[in-house]
């Protein structure tokens, strides 16, 4: 579970990054693209996403599609996914489980992998990958350039990575990653807003909705 949401975010911010990305290889149009998605999105007091996470494998006749949304702004955000609640108020990871009736309480100094934080995700991607463009296509009146994304290292588990931009509005509409392994994993975003009204509590943890669940929580 935390693989996955990890990976969720990850795809989300994987959007705001490209100001801080070298492109060595020389692709213009990608990187003046990737800079203009960039501003865009960083000029935001928030961002608001709904997304279908969807993983299929033919080998292994595996398809599952979920629904989720996410809440971020600056270094803190809320997911919910598969059922899961996870809140980081920019101190701690709170991972709420209904189901298990369990509360999972993680503090991280900031570079530790146990901590799904915006800008650890952000320094994540700002090494290791190559940029090309790739297709564009007409979705639904919309023009979508696709940017590949390939990685450098040869022993990654990821053959290569499709962000989908929306070129009228710089909007994220569909990322892609393709794996090795046979394993495709895609994130289309439903739904996009920006700058909406959250409650000053938005990202805290409030404890006393929760006292009858067993609370987990590091040392």
Partial sequence: MRAK?????????????PCCLAFSQGHEESRILLDRVSKNMLNKENMNFEFVYKLENSKEKITQEIEGNAQISGEKYKLNFMGVQQIYDGYK??????????????????????MIKPTNLITFYTNGYEY???????????????????????????????????ITNLNLFKIIEIGKNGTN??????????NISLPDNHFNFDPELYKDYFINEDS
């Fill in 132 to 166: 090309e463009l790739d297709i564009k296509q007409i979705v639904m009146g919309r023009t979508i350039q696709y940017i590949k994304l390939l990685p450098i290292e040869e022993n990654s588990d990821v053959k290569y990575l499709l962000i989908g931009v929306d």
């Fill in 185 to 194: 994993t895609t994130l289309k975003i439903k739904n996009q807003s920006y």
């Fill in 5 to 17: 949401l990890k990976f969720i975010l990850k795809l989300i911010l994987l959007q705001i990054i």
């Fill in 93 to 114: 990871t709170y991972t709420i489980i209904p189901e298990n009736e369990e509360v999972g309480i993680e503090t991280g100094d900031g570079n530790s992998d146990l």
